[in-house]
């Protein structure tokens, strides 16, 4: 393992010296060879879905494993789309100059070798690679266990590529040991890891979070919570919770928690409940809540979960200061948003919610970043520090100082 | 301990809905209780001292801890100069609008409770008390053993302050349990705190990265390299040399070893010779340096060490692609300089070396928060991600996405 993550780090050198043009020629040839080598993906993928179906994973696993032809071109399409966007390396972020002439220029440069810890679609893996590429990074990448083959395959066509283009094959590339006992060497290669994103389930982060001395940003779970306060216009209201929870609820922005304000709940919870009811939500509501509306009965722990699914809890609460301590308390810090009409309440629910997003009448669906305007993403970063929020690529980056003078000396 | 963390993380809300001026009106009068109620540092000084001079501390060290009205008053001004800084919160990083008109804000908040580990003078502890209150952050602290009793009466008179305006004393304070072991504990209740900043020895630093769950940004040594061009102007050159070393030895951004271009080095060595022998300098050369002039000969071990001293290594190399890879190999990402009037290998310089700082024809010794023109620093930050290099109040921060819409769903 150290033998291969010390090529992986000479690898940043070459990389850090080549050109924005270079890397997006580079980056339009490897969706080219996606497109023309797809059969060996193909082949490839044919065995993992094999393995999976003899391993008895679900039909939803399952179509996550699949690619076809229409699947491995809209991977191709993703990567034309990151060769696109503009370069977010030799940004100055800041710049100022010194009463002594002093010239100092806080410029965007690559993070280094970063590694990607991911569990689901082999997409992710050109996705991530192609990312990491535009952002000058040396990708390590580790995906899931059941797309191992075709994860492989992408991989290899990608570094056939880099190759042709006359850099090194070391710039993109799958982590040789993928057992979690690999994976916890991994993180534990400060030398020579810069930063590692694990994106998955809970166990995984939390075992990444506990063993590593290389600096995380983490791609955690999302409970995010709307509170409906007094104010709000309730039809508005009602059509920004019904996309937040019904429009895919699989996702990490969707929401978990409903909080309506105790003034509202008697007029509000019917209408909501028979909202939900069209799009065949199971709702689960607190004592006060059952006191209006027949639902089921929610538990404490309730709150904490993420459902990934088309579940809705409800819980009555006094005023924007209980939702927000309500949020503190169970939040995960992903997506959370206040409906109202109410200046003050928007302006103390904006402040007082500590989360990557927090949103004003709006559903916390947007909490992505395509809809961003990043054009693609790395994922969505719960973590408080480096990078918080969708990632795009320039997350991918940090800073040094330039700073050019002409024979200054400190007095 | 958890407890004890469990009140410090309270204490975040309150403190994050306090406004600019009620943290610089609290400030302004740390200050003043700093000097009003000297007379209670120095008896506590007085303790630290004596016990001190009976452990056998070196003069130097004696006088790193030795506090009076003059220091104490230095202190109450350091104060009211971060009072005078601008508000480092909310500020509008980025913002956007997107084409559904939903508007993204980017605005930095505090980080939260942050845990700062130092060594050193008993300054430290007001100068970071203050830092972390202005950025509207919650510092725990945990200074040198010698200055236990100095560092506690120090906070006690903060707390007092915070008290009187009103506000939670546990915004800050001291940690209660001081050891190895209290500060092991610390770094892993990632719960309850969100950055550590070690500044201290290696050993120290090295078993805080180990053992952190929390996120960590680092202030360890600075091992500074200049590389002396072929096209250098050689009278400025000088100058930069001398700045750069012998300035102040001690500190981390002055120069460790000067690298020198082979084209140049039969000339410029014996000038730097006699150049360094004004100022008493220890110079140690590699074999090539040796060839020109008379000095104590360098080992490869010597090119890794911070000497704090007035000591340099010089080391003759075949140009600017050379003096980056020692660099590379040698350095510690803190502050290196090219003294060059050759544009080509400037830039080359500036892209290839990855430091914090990266300077062209001026002294390292610029890498100072001061110098910067932050007002006042926390340190200088070794890591590659979330800070790097000078750290002001402005890094103290991170962010969150305000998001205003007017009822935007995800389609």
Known sequence: MQ?????????????SQTSGRLRNDTLLEMAKALRSEHGAILEANAKDMEY????????A????????EKRINAMAESIETIASLRDPLGRTIEGWTLPNGLNIQKVSIPIGVVGVIYESRPNVTSDTAALCF????????????????????????LRGVLEQSGLSKDIISMLPDSSREGVMKLVKMDKFVDLIIPRGGESLIRSVCDNATVPVVKHDKG??????????DIGSALKILVNAKVQRPGVCNSMETLLVDTAIAKTALPLIKSEFEKHSTKLKGCVQTLAVIGVEAASEEDFYVEYADNILNIKVVNGVEAATAHIAKYGSGHSDAIITENYKNAEFFLNAVDSACVYVNASTRFTDGGEFGFGAEVGISTNKL????????????TYKYKILGNGQIRE
Chains 1, 2 share one sequence.
């Open 3 to 15: 033998e291969y993550l010390q090529r992986a780090k000479a690898a940043c050198a070459e990389l």
């Open 52 to 59: 999976a179906r003899g391993a008895g994973l679900s039909s």
């Open 61 to 68: 696993m399952l179509d996550r494993l699949l690619l076809d």
């Open 134 to 157: 535009k952002s000058g990074n040396v990708a390590v990448l580790k995906g899931g266990k059941e797309a191992v083959n075709s994860n492989f395959a992408i991989a290899d066509i």
């Open 223 to 232: 409970v995010c919570n709307i509170y409906l306060d007094e104010s709000a």
């Open 386 to 397: 480096h990078s918080r929020g969708p990632m795009g690529v320039n997350d991918l980056t």
